[in-house]
C-alpha cells in the first residue's frame, strides 16, 4: 500500500493521536486503549484500528495488547516515523509581510522537525536581514537557494496576485509540498500536494456557526415554559 492512498482524513487523525500521545507521554502515562485514542480524535474504536492498518505495509503496524492497550512510547514512535517527522525536513517562506513575519517565528514548526532554512520576499528593505537564524532572500534567488539548501517544503504567503506564478517557481525547483496561504486555489502538476489555509473563509465558518448556535440557543429558550426561562441564567 502505497502512502498516496491514504486518506488525508486518516492522516488528519494520524496527527491528532500524535499530539495525544505526547500529552500522554509527558504525563508519564505509559499505555492508552484504542476507545481513549478514539475520543481524543472524535471518533469510534474501530476507526482508531482502521487507521493504524494503513502503517501495516510500512512493517510499523503494532495493535498493542487486548486488555492492556497500546504503549505509548512505542506507538508514539511508530507514527511519527510513518508520517515522516522523526528527521528534520527543510523548509522556507515565500512572502515576508505581517503574515510571514508571523509563520518565520512561529515555535511549533522546529518542534515538528520543521526547519525553516531561508524566507524570500521582493521588497528590498527586507531582503538581507535574518529571521531566527534565516536570511531573506530575494525571490530572483529561489532557484539557486532552493538547490543550496535542499528544501522540500514550502509555505505561501504571498498575495493572491503573485501565487501562482510563485508557486509554478517552486515547483520548477523541485518544491513538492506546499502549504498556502494565499487567498487563491493554485493549479500545479501532479507530484506537488498543496494544502489551502484560507484563514477569512474559517472565519466566515466560525461566524455562522456561532450565529447558528446563537440561535439554536434562542429558540431553545423560547421554547421553554415561562417558569423554567426565569430560572435560566
Same mark, same amino acid.
Given at each position: 500500500?502505497?502512502?498516496?492512498? !491514504?486518506?488525508?482524513?486518516? !492522516?488528519? @487523525?494520524?496527527?491528532?493521536?500524535?499530539?495525544?500521545?505526547?500529552?500522554?507521554?509527558?504525563?508519564?502515562?505509559?499505555?492508552?486503549?484504542?476507545?481513549?485514542?478514539?475520543?481524543?480524535?472524535?471518533?469510534?474504536?474501530?476507526?482508531?484500528?482502521?487507521?493504524?492498518?494503513?502503517?501495516?505495509?510500512?512493517?510499523?503496524?503494532?495493535?498493542?495488547?487486548?486488555?492492556?492497550?497500546?504503549?505509548?512510547?512505542?506507538?508514539?514512535?511508530?507514527?511519527?516515523?510513518?508520517?515522516?517527522?522523526?528527521?528534520?525536513?527543510?523548509?522556507?517562506?515565500?512572502?515576508?509581510?505581517?503574515?510571514?513575519?508571523?509563520?518565520?517565528?512561529?515555535?511549533?514548526?522546529?518542534?515538528?522537525?520543521?526547519?525553516?532554512?531561508?524566507?524570500?520576499?521582493?521588497?528590498?528593505?527586507?531582503?538581507?536581514?535574518?529571521?531566527?537564524?534565516?536570511?531573506?532572500?530575494?525571490?530572483?534567488?529561489?532557484?539557486?537557494?532552493?538547490?543550496?539548501?535542499?528544501?522540500?517544503?514550502?509555505?505561501?504567503?504571498?498575495?493572491?496576485?503573485?501565487?501562482?506564478?510563485?508557486?509554478?517557481?517552486?515547483?520548477?525547483?523541485?518544491?513538492?509540498?506546499?502549504?498556502?496561504?494565499?487567498?487563491?486555489?493554485?493549479?500545479?502538476?501532479?507530484? !506537488?500536494?498543496?494544502?489551502? !489555509?484560507?484563514?477569512? @473563509?474559517?472565519?466566515?465558518?466560525?461566524?455562522?456557526?456561532?450565529?447558528?448556535?446563537?440561535?439554536?440557543?434562542?429558540?431553545?429558550?423560547?421554547?421553554?415554559?415561562?417558569?423554567? @426561562?426565569?430560572?435560566?441564567?
Amino acid at each position: 500500500m502505497a502512502a498516496s492512498v !491514504v486518506p488525508d482524513e486518516t !492522516v488528519g @487523525r494520524l496527527v491528532t493521536y500524535v499530539d495525544y500521545l505526547e500529552r500522554l507521554l509527558d504525563q508519564e502515562v505509559a499505555t492508552v486503549s484504542s476507545r481513549e485514542l478514539a475520543a481524543a480524535a472524535g471518533v469510534n474504536a474501530a476507526q482508531v484500528r482502521k487507521d493504524f492498518s494503513y502503517l501495516v505495509p510500512y512493517r510499523l503496524g503494532y495493535f498493542g495488547t487486548p486488555g492492556v492497550g497500546y504503549e505509548v512510547r512505542r506507538l508514539l514512535y511508530q507514527l511519527t516515523r510513518f508520517l515522516g517527522v522523526t528527521h528534520e525536513r527543510r523548509v522556507v517562506l515565500v512572502g515576508y509581510g505581517s503574515l510571514g513575519a508571523a509563520l518565520a517565528r512561529y515555535r511549533g514548526f522546529a518542534a515538528r522537525n520543521f526547519n525553516m532554512v531561508a524566507v524570500f520576499d521582493v521588497d528590498p528593505a527586507k531582503i538581507g536581514k535574518k529571521v531566527d537564524g534565516a536570511l531573506v532572500h530575494g525571490i530572483d534567488r529561489l532557484g539557486e537557494v532552493l538547490a543550496q539548501t535542499g528544501a522540500e517544503i514550502a509555505i505561501l504567503a504571498t498575495p493572491a496576485s503573485s501565487a501562482q506564478s510563485v508557486a509554478e517557481k517552486l515547483a520548477q525547483a523541485g518544491i513538492r509540498a506546499i502549504l498556502n496561504f494565499a487567498p487563491v486555489v493554485l493549479s500545479l502538476p501532479r507530484g !506537488v500536494t498543496v494544502r489551502q !489555509v484560507d484563514l477569512s @473563509r474559517e472565519m466566515q465558518l466560525l461566524a455562522f456557526r456561532a450565529m447558528q448556535d446563537g440561535e439554536s440557543a434562542r429558540a431553545h429558550h423560547d421554547s421553554l415554559p415561562e417558569e423554567e @426561562r426565569q430560572r435560566e441564567p
